[in-house]
């Protein structure tokens, strides 16, 4: 029995992937949780584990073809559909002209129906024969014969007057396709220039404004993702807020005290590092905020999967450490610096990408004091972490002192959790921190 690989929705908002890479070819065995290819979505490229087991047996779409979520892209099964498809052969150019003509006239009318069927009778191959005789559609047809491309890319390529033999094909066995002629469309538009007549102060003005908006920028599709996911999330879930401040001296003198010992080891506690061991203690005390809210029902998760912000060029992107239920401080500081260079290097699993439990937002190291982060849905809740200052604090004995203080800020679902709870949790996680011992015995 076989069974279909479809599209996966890899984010909230996520309508549609672009299938980078075949990881796998048909008729690989195939396991649970095998990469069998690489998504690009509108933020990441992520890795796409099989939810099948089996044997690949067909592959249904091309390599940069852009998929709806939700359609087949892929079979597995127990490889009894595998059927053997002949390669195309290059065609002899001493070959019978009309024959010859005739055949590819009739492929090329498949590809043009995209997949329909042609009615085939005596009067199309008579009209065929005559088509023999015209010496353009002789030219056509030499390319169409020795040129293997999709019909896809054929269409593309008639639209623009693209001469597919200037076309390196990318596709499987160097085969063009879309993108192909895509990029190459893509080239010839940037190389094309305006001519200004800068004499006039007038054109001088108009050669500015052309000059500041060319050549236009590709459209930001991970800025567009984020504008959307915020937006709704904005929209459709009631947030609330609370903030504390921390004294992390404590914390950041056992922090060293650990560094100290792992120097040889290669491996450097950060503060970031003892924040999501703080959280996920606390989330273990209060496990209402590892929940999911979806379609009215609040589902309860657990594996706790602590998403964290990794800042790129285009945007911020949340992935998360996965299962970090058990870890100690060195363990998540290994596994955080890991997914770092992982999502930095496009390696993400889909799991790493969409399983996220928990979010935490660093914004320290830019500098910034406090703020209010937008929840992740289905997620229940974000914690936002500002810079360490310097600041004069008051102590009980009523002595001034300089401490070192990092604002916290939680967002929560107001569907799920209310005020109190989430004033308990963020006291946890200020409690942890102040009294680092807590996290590493």
């Not at 991970?222 to 921390?246: C, F, G, N």
């Not at 914690?383 to 939680?410: R, Y």
Request: hydrophobic fraction near 40%; aromatic fraction near 4%; glycine fraction near 6%.
């Amino acid at each position: 029995m076989s069974e279909e690989l479809n599209m996966p929705q890899m984010g909230y908002d996520m309508k549609e992937g672009v299938v980078v890479k075949w990881l796998m070819e048909e008729g690989s065995e195939v396991k649970i949780g095998d990469p069998v290819a690489e998504i690009e979505t509108d933020k990441a490229v992520v890795e796409f584990e099989s939810y099948a087991e089996g044997t690949l047996e067909k592959i249904l779409v091309e390599e940069g073809s852009k998929v709806n979520v939700g359609e087949p892209i892929a079979i597995v099964g127990d490889g009894s559909a595998i059927t053997e498809e002949a390669e195309p052969q290059e065609e002899d150019v001493e070959e019978d002209a009309a024959a010859d003509l005739q055949e590819a006239g009739i492929a090329a009318q498949l590809d043009e129906e995209d997949g329909e069927e042609a009615e085939e009778d005596v009067a199309a191959e008579k009209e065929e024969e005559e088509i023999v005789e015209e010496p353009v559609v002789t030219e056509e047809i030499s390319i169409d014969h020795k040129i293997k491309a999709s019909p896809l890319a054929k269409t593309l390529a008639n639209d623009n007057n693209i001469d597919l033999s200037n076309v390196i094909g990318t596709g499987p066995g160097g085969r063009i396709v879309k993108s192909d002629v895509l990029a190459l469309i893509d080239n010839v538009e940037t190389k094309e220039t305006i001519n200004v007549d800068l004499t006039s102060e007038t054109n001088v003005v108009e050669s500015q404004i052309l000059d500041s908006n060319a050549p236009v920028k590709e459209e930001n599709k991970m800025r567009a993702q984020i504008a959307r996911v915020t937006q709704r999330s904005k929209q459709e879930v009631p947030h609330y807020y609370l903030s504390t401040d921390i004294n992390m001296d404590k914390a950041l003198e056992i922090r060293s005290q650990i560094n100290s010992k792992l120097a040889n080891q290669n491996i450097k506690i950060s503060i970031n590092d003892m924040i999501m061991k703080s959280v996920i203690d606390t989330l273990k005390k209060f496990p209402i905020f590892n929940s999911r809210y979806e379609n009215g029902t609040v589902n309860m998760n657990e594996e706790i999967n602590v998403s964290v912000a990794i800042a790129l060029e285009d945007g911020l992107i949340m992935p998360s450490i996965i299962n970090c239920n058990d870890m100690d401080i060195k363990q998540l500081s290994i596994a955080s610096k890991d997914l770092v260079d992982r999502t930095k290097n496009g390696k993400l699993t889909s799991a790493e990408y969409t399983k996220g439990t928990f979010s935490i937002s660093n914004l320290g190291m830019f500098d910034v004091n406090s703020f209010l982060a937008i929840i992740l849905p289905p997620q229940t809740a974000m914690l936002a972490v500002g810079s360490v200052k310097k600041i004069p604090i008051v102590s009980l004995e009523e002595d001034i002192m300089i401490s070192n203080i990092m604002n916290t800020s939680l967002s929560a679902d107001h569907r799920v959790t209310d005020g109190a709870e989430g004033a308990k949790f963020l006291a946890e996680i200020k409690n942890n921190l102040e009294n680092p011992v807590n996290l590493i015995i």
